[in-house]
């Protein structure tokens, strides 16, 4: 018996298949890089940009996926402090800055959980009715716009799709319910059906009137239609349609006081009854990134998406027009390569100068703090400082990130806004609920949409007339 | 302002979003200590040292000490010379029972310890010669000792036991099952009134004549 099977028979199954796949990871894979490179590499870049839609398609999606986890766990971080805040207590502060982490370790110690299924369950739907409910909240992340033309894909029917999507949802939460073989999982699974179903019609209802006067469905364009300043918004054309998609879309998500599928403090989860470990987690997770979705889609469709409330330019121009001021407007050349040689120095040299720089008053000031110190305090203050400058910047040098800044600042003010509610307001009934939607929001919506369309063609008969 | 729709729900916003600027409630414990008034005397526990003996001295500082009195103790004191007890008179019947009075500390009565009382057992002695020790003929031995004593006394029972080598549980056993043998003497009844009463009235009737100044015997 040689020395190698000997030492590779102490370790465990896990570890046998293990280190020969690390041998073949070590050894294969970069030959097998280098290969690519040499030989396929021109012949891959052709096919690649030839195919720009479909990669530019792939990226977005990986990006999407991978950013709705971050946004899920700083949304539960922020209801678990916003809400012990409004019930004057501390809330987490124990693992992280200010207990940051505690959401992170909360998704650790829910991948750590046995994944029990139960017996008779249908373990197939079982196991992939969480993944299409958090597919479904992943997948409209697709067609939202973060900021000008940064979009996973601009739709021209971005919001049918959008509705189409979240329209699955319901079937995730229907399976889930079924496949739990259980009778109370399966009345919450058609409970949650139920909410879902009816508060998609005032939604989509309540969106109509918008289309109307946006003339697109593209949640790119109908963002656009809303630049310059605040008055563009649309929730100041569509007042009530902003009012009844905000009441619907927090029904959608679930969320209080419309979160009779959950009901956490009332019935056992619902739907999710039977769920535990990760499993749960997705569904867990799903609604999360449905806050945030809502969220977006709100500020998307009528607070003016990544638009900041006023363009200063524009704001400059409109005064130069109305008053005869000659304000000039701000522009940011950002222009690196322009310096040549001198942009190496300025690297090289600036790091260094402001650090000290900002450590002498330290050291001059405070006869304690030894060199290093103050070299480490100057450094730290470089970066706070290089880091603000670079992001002013950017903010003023491009829209995008302007854009993507304004974006994530209003939508997670509406985040904020339906934790504060979560930390407000009761539970409605389940006969309130369906009574609200369909006596109240359901023709309140068909109210929107008739006045809508009358002032359209009111004002189209005017500008002709 | 109740009229407007949904004017609750924008108070209610308000008020949570007043509570999420106000100062928080919370005490970081461990890090900090809940201010405690210095009336507060947490909760009353009687603690043992290593040996597991009671620490309690019999002090009574506690139970002078209480604001409501409380307390109610008792036990020996650290000489162990004899009982002390601190407490209110007792007021209650409940505080008289059994178990009150070993809660405070306090001596439970207990007739299983009380010595019994002493007996001539000459004639027990000569019914027991009669039956020859026999504790076959138990009954007949105790239905003869009840006819002399009355009653059967504890004494009794347990010289019976001694002499005749029956167990005390086997005696006692065979004189509670019958109906007819008894162990405490039957019910004193009064007794009519006799001449000597007569002749204490008599006498005291001349007696409360002669303070009245009434004639000897006359009425």
Redesign the interface.
């Known amino acids: 018996m040689s020395s190698i099977s000997r030492s590779l028979s102490h370790v465990t199954l896990a570890g046998r298949i293990l280190i020969p796949l690390l041998f073949l990871l070590i050894v294969v894979a970069p030959i097998l890089t280098v290969a690519l490179a040499v030989v396929v590499g021109p012949w891959l870049v052709s096919v690649l940009s030839s195919n720009l839609g479909i990669i530019r398609f792939v990226v977005a999606i990986t990006g999407v996926l991978l950013f709705s986890i971050p946004a899920a766990f700083i949304i539960i971080y922020m209801e678990l402090k916003v809400i012990a805040y409004m019930n004057l207590r501390v809330g987490p502060n124990r693992v992280g800055p200010g207990g940051a982490a505690h959401s992170l370790v909360a998704g650790l110690k829910v991948l750590s959980k046995e994944d029990f299924s139960p017996a008779n369950a249908d373990r197939l739907v079982f196991t992939w009715a969480p993944v299409l409910v958090f597919l479904t909240a992943v997948m409209t992340f697709l067609v939202i716009p973060f900021g000008p033309g940064l979009v996973g894909q601009d739709l021209n029917i971005g919001l049918l799709y959008l509705f189409a999507v979240g329209g699955m949802a319901v079937v995730g939460l229907l399976l889930a319910g079924w496949s739990s073989f259980n009778k109370y999982s399966l009345l919450g699974g058609l409970r949650a059906a139920a909410q879902m179903v009816s508060y998609e019609i005032p939604l989509t209802l309540s969106v109509v009137g918008l289309i109307l006067l946006a003339g697109t469905m593209s949640l790119h364009g109908i963002a656009e239609q809303q630049g310059g300043w605040f008055g563009n918004w649309f929730v100041f054309r569509q007042p009530l349609g902003a009012l009844i998609f905000f009441i619907a879309a927090t029904a959608e998500a679930n969320r209080t006081p419309f979160d009779l599928t959950e009901a956490d403090s009332e019935i056992v989860a619902g739907f999710a009854t039977e769920y535990s470990g990760m499993r749960f987690g997705f569904l867990f997770f799903a609604e999360y990134v449905n806050v945030f979705i809502v969220s977006a889609l709100m500020v998307t469709l009528f607070f003016g998406a990544w638009n900041s409330p006023l363009d200063i330019n524009m704001a400059m121009l409109f005064l130069n027009d109305e008053l005869g001021w000659n304000l000039q407007p701000i522009v940011v050349n950002l222009d690196p390569g322009g310096l040549g040689i001198g942009l190496l120095l300025l690297i090289l040299i600036v790091p260094v100068a402001l650090t000290v720089v900002f450590a002498l008053p330290f050291y001059l000031t405070r006869s304690k703090l030894k060199a290093w110190q103050a070299l480490l305090l100057g450094f730290a203050l470089f970066n706070v400082v290089a880091v603000g400058a670079a992001f002013t910047l950017a903010f003023i040098g491009w829209d995008w990130v302007a854009g993507i800044i304004w974006f994530f600042i209003k939508s997670f003010a509406f985040v904020f806004v339906f934790v504060w509610m979560r930390g407000t307001f009761p539970r409605v009934r389940i006969d309130h609920l369906m009574g609200f939607a369909w006596k109240w929001l359901l023709p309140a919506a068909l109210l929107n949409l008739f006045l809508t369309a009358t002032a359209i063609v009111v004002v189209d008969a005017l500008k002709a007339g | 302002m109740s009229f407007i729709p949904g004017i609750g ?1 924008v108070r ?2 308000g ?3 007043r ?2 600027f ?5 005490i ?1 414990w461990p890090e900090q200590h809940a201010d405690v008034a210095p009336k507060f005397r947490g909760r009353l526990q009687l603690l043992y040292d290593e040996y597991g003996t009671l620490k309690c001295e019999t002090c009574f500082q506690c139970a002078q000490a209480c604001p409501i009195e409380c307390i109610d103790m008792g036990g020996v004191d650290t000489k162990g010379r004899f009982h002390v007890h601190w407490g209110a008179p007792e007021t209650y019947g409940e505080r008289r029972e059994e178990s009150a009075l070993r809660r405070s500390g306090r001596p439970v009565a207990d007739k299983a310890y009380a010595p019994f009382e002493g007996i001539d057992i000459e004639p027990l002695d000569g019914i027991l010669e009669a039956h020859d020790y026999d504790p076959r003929e138990m009954l007949a031995i105790l239905e003869e000792t009840q006819a002399e004593y009355g009653y059967l006394p504890v004494a009794a029972l347990k010289h019976i036991s001694r002499v005749t080598g029956a167990w005390y549980a086997q005696i006692y056993g065979t004189a509670s099952y019958y109906r007819h043998l008894r162990f405490e003497p039957p019910a004193v009844e009064a007794p009519a009134a006799g001449t000597a009463q007569i002749a204490a009235e008599a006498s005291f009737r001349s007696a409360l004549d002669a303070s009245l100044g009434y004639g000897g015997g006359a009425n």
Do not use: E
Request: aromatic share 8%; glycine share 8%.
């Open positions: 729900l209610g916003m008020l949570t979003l509570r999420f106000q100062p928080k409630a919370t970081m």
